[in-house]
């Protein structure tokens, strides 16, 4: 048996259960460690078979989530969006799952599960029963599995519509075994150290087999185990309603529905929560955040983030930003200090590398890049660009987690650039489209950002900047791959191709000693550093505002939002 990298907290591992702020936390002793093997009930407080023991009272109430953006679609293996994520996790469930607020994984649709060697083993609840009234079974695992993964299969979810989670969470897997309606056993490749965690996204919810064979589309006709049933979808009010599973096999929920609410300006969405006409909203910046701070009706609740957020810069499409010394100016002239401080108004630091200070392999030796504009056109000038060029910033109009100003953020970039002779024009888009073009390589430079899917190193370091090509397929002297590259890794927008870090990141994700990982990351954390792809913005705390009578939610650094367990007077 093994054990795997988490993330560390403050080392209470309580986690928080109230509206007041939470810490998240490992496994209660700070260095985020899970075991691989768990048994038993599902760790929120319910009764070993899932239910809750004290009779069903059928919940009460309109629970309303107010965010920046729709969704784009329910269809968990068809999307790598936040937004998407924040529904479909009301509506599935995966085998295994995250404690709400902490990082620590707990049984989920497996009640037990292991990671040995390079075989994982999964025993499935039984009577677990899905919103259109099939049961649960090792049959729909692989069904999922063949949709998410298989080409050859009738069903797959088709080569332009699966998102990139197919290949990055369960690639290393060799074969799919299910010898009973209730075991499924893996067999993987090589030695993965993330496995387990992998199997807690939300991108590998269960799906059932009969919606899976169905006509149906599952971007909005969702059948999955989770606490809430889908109920309908406007598009043109960017509004969404669920319903209460009164047969959900967990904690069910205390609310009658819950109805997600897009509201696109920050302060619309604040002072819609200030008025009482919305219960929890995110996406809130330095001004929105005070004012919830301020109201006497809400509160702010904030937790530590497990996040990065950068400015990639496409070494496919633009000559430019081939030449490290480029990146590197481009990394001392943009003010990181002004841009955490006055823009995101302190809900942030700043950044010089791929992960947070609370992720393993964070490398405490590395400089900051402070703003030094001398020597950014210094650098430019060597690399012969001292009479600069044009560029197009694409940036999303709607606040995220990693970028809570975006628009006031791409102007404070503009005018940094303009210093050293970088001419800019702005490009804003919609969230869900400024995704489709940047996941086809037509950015020039992007904000872009990452809130981790799995607390483990891997989903950064190999997430975002991986090409998706192996190490010796990368062209000798060139440290970029295209975009249509075979297997290309579309998350990872700035193209970059290092063989040193692929080496690292792979070695990484393949050895489950603790010591040995860490020191891979942290040499891989120098090595991006160094060469610059992104220039390095910031970390930013998870915020949420809570109108005061919402109890019972969690914020989570992780996972969620476990909207199952809030309860609204």
């Known amino acids: 048996m093994v054990t795997l990298a988490g993330c560390g907290g403050d080392g209470d591992g309580d986690g928080g259960d109230t509206t007041t702020p939470s810490d998240g936390g490992g496994d209660g002793d700070g260095d985020g460690m899970d075991t691989t093997t768990t048994t038993g009930g599902d760790g929120d407080g319910t009764d070993g078979d899932g239910t809750d023991g004290d009779g069903d009272d059928g919940g009460t109430g309109t629970l309303t989530y107010a965010r920046g953006n729709d969704s784009g679609t329910l269809d968990p293996q068809a999307t790598s969006s936040g937004e998407d994520a924040k529904v479909i996790q009301q509506l599935y469930n995966q085998v295994i799952e995250f404690e709400p607020g902490q990082t620590t994984l707990q049984a989920g649709l497996a009640e037990e599960f292991s990671l040995e060697g390079t075989t994982v083993s999964l025993t499935l609840r039984e009577g677990v029963m899905f919103h259109s009234g099939e049961e649960f079974t090792s049959a729909d695992f692989e069904a999922t599995y063949r949709r998410f993964l298989d080409e050859n299969y009738e069903n797959f979810v088709g080569a332009d519509t699966r998102s990139y989670y197919g290949p990055y969470l369960l690639g290393v897997v060799e074969a799919v075994n299910t010898p009973d309606d209730y075991t499924v056993e893996l067999e993987l490749a090589e030695q993965h150290a993330p496995m387990l965690r992998n199997l807690a996204v939300f991108a590998f919810a269960m ?139 302190g809900l942030a630091v700043r950044a010089n590398q791929p992960v947070p200070e609370n992720m393993a392999g964070f490398n405490d030796d590395l400089p900051m890049y402070d703003r030094d504009v001398e020597q950014a056109q210094s650098l430019l000038e060597e690399a012969g660009y001292g009479d600069g060029f044009e560029i197009e910033i694409a940036t999303f109009r709607n606040p995220r987690t990693y970028n809570p100003s975006p628009g006031q953020a791409a102007q404070l970039v503009k005018s940094n650039l303009e210093e050293i002779g970088v001419s800019c024009t702005i490009n804003t888009q919609e969230f869900n489209a400024f995704i489709d073009y940047t996941n086809s390589g037509k950015h020039d430079v992007c904000f872009l950002g990452w809130m981790t899917d799995n607390a483990d190193p891997d989903n950064f370091f190999n997430a975002l900047l991986m090409p998706g090509v192996a190490a010796e397929d990368i062209p000798a002297g060139q440290d970029w791959v295209s975009f249509d590259a075979e297997n290309f890794n579309t998350l990872n927008v700035a193209a970059w191709a290092n063989r040193d870090y692929v080496q690292l990141v792979n070695e990484g994700k393949t050895t489950y000693d603790e010591g040995e990982r860490v020191q891979k990351y942290e040499e891989a954390s120098r090595i991006a550093h160094e060469e610059a792809p992104w220039v390095f913005l910031d970390h930013a705390k998870e915020l949420r505002g809570v109108h005061n009578r919402v109890s019972g939610f969690v914020i989570a650094p992780i996972s969620g939002p476990f909207l199952n367990r809030v309860t609204v007077e």
């Open 207 to 345: 799906v059932s087999q009969a919606a899976i064979e169905s006509d149906e589309p599952l971007r909005d006709n969702p059948d999955g185990t989770g606490p809430f049933v889908f109920d309908s979808w406007s598009t043109a009010q960017g509004q969404i309603r669920l319903m209460r599973n009164a047969d959900y096999w967990g904690e069910k929920a205390n609310v009658a529905e819950v109805v997600f609410s897009a509201i696109t300006e920050n302060s619309s969405r604040a002072q819609s929560l200030i008025a009482g006409n919305v219960d929890i909203i995110d996406g809130l910046d330095a001004q929105t955040s005070q004012s919830v701070e301020n109201a006497g009706s809400a509160s702010l609740v904030t937790t530590p983030g497990i996040n990065i957020g950068y400015l990639a810069m496409n070494m496919a499409r633009r000559e430019e930003f081939r030449d490290r010394r480029v990146r590197r100016a481009f990394n001392y002239a943009i003010d990181t200090q002004a841009l955490t401080q006055s823009i995101y108004g």
